[in-house]
Structure formats: structure tokens, C-alpha cells
């Protein structure tokens, strides 16, 4: 049993935005672990043709929608409303989470969840709440190569600047988030920058996201008429935003890597170590001979890297399966770097008969 609902008109939807690696599914998934007596359900969507945070959340126990092959800003705004519809409809739901993918913008989302764009706001459903998430570290890192802080408002030609710029402009609750890993002064500074930008939203600081659930559902924050009046709004309205592909405007592009051959555990630390800069963001899992039964994770975000046993494959057939975000990514260079870390038959390490079969 839920609690009491406190929304009047539907449930209410919380929908999650924030640049790739930012904690989006950090997020997701402490609600789903804390959902504070409500009954939650989450629409999810990922930039790679295989949708691993949908996986992710799904392996915590989640109730989860994936919405794949796309971001839900753009191609998949009709999958979005029938979506959240069909859950509102079917379920005995106290709250709807969105999670959208990385370079999804939020309005067109928002707009999509009210209706403004198309005069049919998808029936037993309200949108609560818009909250962005925001990589601390990442924000500081993007606007100053000298490691100062952001003078002036950011430059709009860099790469998935705008996003991470409608991320802050249009949302209710904010959360700067990975304050772990930027100093005290620069958190003050980085807050203070972010509020000229978005002088409404709740900021929370936070490390893992840990925020309270009450803080990000069914808060009742989002007002569509302040909402219209922001930045983002009125160049939406201008017609800024032709609804093309998101990854194409933002030239981002995701590469997924499969094998059912283990990699040597060396070979791909040192890959990990030293990999092509063009990767923004990586994630999935991994199957390595140090470890042969355990499913490996493998996270990165910028200079957050994180790698490690997350279960195991069980009855599952062992293989890699990893998604590369980036811009401009080098695919061939990559696939065979990766190729090199495999085990080969002359590594000792690797005495497993018969030997795996690849799967290509
Ligand atoms: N150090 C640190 N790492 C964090 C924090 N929050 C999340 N991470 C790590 O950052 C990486 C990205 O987090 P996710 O929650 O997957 O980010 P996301 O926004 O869902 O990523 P996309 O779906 O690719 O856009 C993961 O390795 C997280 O464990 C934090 O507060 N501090």
C-alpha cells in the first residue's frame, strides 16, 4: 500500500534529466531502494542501442519501462506519453520516475508530459517534478581547463554544453551532484554560478545523489506557467528545437562492444587507464579470466572510472557487453584496442577447455 496520494490530478511524474554520467540512474535507483512508502514505477531510456541502465535498474529490483533506440526528447515522444498512460492506467501507481537518457533536453520532455506541444496531455498523469542532476566535478572541469572557476556564463559551441545548460535552466529541484569530488570552496563558488542561471530551483548538494525521496516525488514544485517562462521554454517556443535527433545536434554517437571471449585483466586495466579521449561515458559489464565467474561492472564518467563485481553470471552464458558514448569516436580503433585485450590462446592465464567461441 501506498500512501495517501497528494497529487489532484494523476500521478505524479518526477522526470530526471542531467548530461551524460551525471548520477541520473545513481538517482533512480536510490528511490527504487528508498522509495518512502510509495509504490514506484520508472520510464527509462538510454543512448546506446542497448539499454544497460534499464538492465541496471531492473537488477535492483526495479519496475522498469525501457524506452530504447532513442531519447525520449526526440523520436520517442509518443512511446513517452503512452507509456506513462498505459502505467497510470494499469497500475496502482503513487509516482511515475522518467529517467531520460543523457542528452536528452528537457523541455521538449516536459512538453511532451503537459501537452503543450500537441494539445493532448497524456490522461492520469501530472508532471511534478523536473530535476536535473549535475556532475559537480564535471561542471567545474567544463568551463575552465585551468581548473578556475567558471568566469562567465558557458560557451554555447562546446559539446554538450547546451544540455548540461538546459539541464540547469529548466528544472525544480537541482542536484549538484559527485560533490565528493570537487574542494569545499569550489562546491560555494559552482552553487553560486549555477543560481545566476536558475534563480528558482531547490539546490541540493549531494554525493550519490543522496537526497530524500520527499525531496524529488510528488513535490508538487513543477508549475507549467513559471516553467513557460523560462529560458528554455521560450526558445522552444521560438521554434529553436526541430525535434532531430539529439545525438545528431549534439554529434554525440554511441559504440557497443559484445564478445564472449574474457578479457586478460591487465591488458584492460592498462586500456582503462589510458583510453581515447573522445569517450564521454562507458558502461556495462564485463567478463574477465581474474574473476571468471563474476558479472564485472564497468562505469565511467569522466575521470570517475569504476569497476567492479556486481553479481554473478549464474546460468547466464559469460559475456562483455559495453557501451561507448562520445563524440567523433574512432569505432575501429576501439574495437581492435579491445580485440587486443581479449585472451588469446597464448595466455596462460586462460585454461578454460573448451576454449569460448566468439560470438561474431
Ligand atoms: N565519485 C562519485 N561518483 C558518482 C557519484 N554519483 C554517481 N557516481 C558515479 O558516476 C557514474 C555515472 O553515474 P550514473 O548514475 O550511471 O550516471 P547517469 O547520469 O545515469 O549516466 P548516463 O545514463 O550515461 O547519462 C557511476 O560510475 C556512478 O557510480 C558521486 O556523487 N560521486
Known amino acids: 500500500m501506498g500512501r495517501e496520494p497528494t497529487h489532484q490530478d494523476g500521478v505524479p511524474i518526477t522526470v530526471i534529466c542531467g ?7 545513481t538517482l533512480v535507483n536510490r528511490l527504487l531502494d528508498a522509495p518512502a512508502g510509495r509504490t514506484l514505477a520508472v520510464v527509462v531510456n538510454d543512448m546506446g542501442q542497448v539499454n544497460v541502465d534499464a538492465e541496471r535498474i531492473a537488477n535492483e529490483g526495479g519496475d522498469v519501462v525501457d524506452l530504447s533506440n532513442g531519447c525520449v526528447c526526440c523520436r520517442l515522444q509518443d512511446d513517452l506519453r503512452e507509456q506513462v498512460q498505459s502505467l497510470a492506467e494499469t497500475r496502482e501507481l503513487d509516482a511515475i520516475v522518467v529517467e531520460a537518457s543523457g542528452i536528452s533536453e528537457p523541455v521538449p520532455i516536459a512538453q511532451t508530459l503537459t501537452g503543450a506541444t500537441t494539445d493532448e496531455p497524456p490522461a492520469g498523469v501530472a508532471l511534478d517534478t523536473t530535476v536535473s542532476v549535475i556532475d559537480a566535478y564535471g561542471f567545474w572541469k567544463a568551463f575552465d581547463e585551468d581548473e578556475h572557476l567558471p568566469a562567465s556564463a558557458p560557451d554555447p559551441a562546446r559539446p554538450l554544453t547546451d544540455v548540461l545548460v538546459d539541464a540547469i535552466e529548466f528544472c525544480d529541484v537541482l542536484l549538484l551532484n559527485k560533490c565528493d569530488m570537487v574542494p569545499d570552496e569550489v562546491r560555494d ?9 536558475q534563480p528558482r530551483a531547490t539546490i541540493h548538494r549531494t554525493t550519490y545523489c543522496d537526497v530524500e525521496t520527499d525531496a524529488v516525488v510528488d513535490t508538487g514544485l513543477f508549475d507549467y506557467e513559471v516553467g513557460r517562462r523560462q529560458q528554455g521554454w521560450k526558445r522552444a517556443l521560438a521554434g529553436e528545437h526541430d525535434h532531430e535527433s539529439a545525438a545528431e545536434t549534439h554529434g554525440v554517437e554511441s559504440i557497443v562492444y559484445e564478445r564472449a571471449r574474457p578479457f586478460h585483466p591487465e591488458r584492460l586495466d592498462a586500456w582503462l587507464d589510458d583510453w581515447d579521449g573522445a569517450i564521454v561515458r562507458a558502461k556495462g559489464f564485463a567478463w574477465v579470466t581474474s ?21 554473478e553470471w549464474g546460468d547466464d552464458d559469460p559475456a562483455t557487453r559495453l557501451v561507448f558514448i562520445g563524440t567523433d569516436l574512432d569505432e575501429e580503433r576501439i574495437r581492435s584496442e579491445l580485440d ?3 585472451v588469446s590462446g597464448a595466455d596462460d592465464e586462460w585454461t578454460r577447455d573448451p576454449f569460448p567461441r566468439e560470438a561474431d
Not at 574473476?291 to 553479481?311: F, K, L, T, W
Open 19 to 25: 548530461p551524460l554520467g551525471a548520477g541520473k540512474t
Open 189 to 197: 563558488d559552482l552553487e553560486s554560478v549555477i543560481r545566476t542561471l
Open 291 to 311: 574473476r571468471p565467474d563474476e558479472v564485472i561492472g564497468v562505469s565511467q564518467a569522466g575521470p570517475s572510472v569504476q569497476a567492479g563485481p556486481i553479481g
Open 340 to 342: 587486443a585485450c581479449l
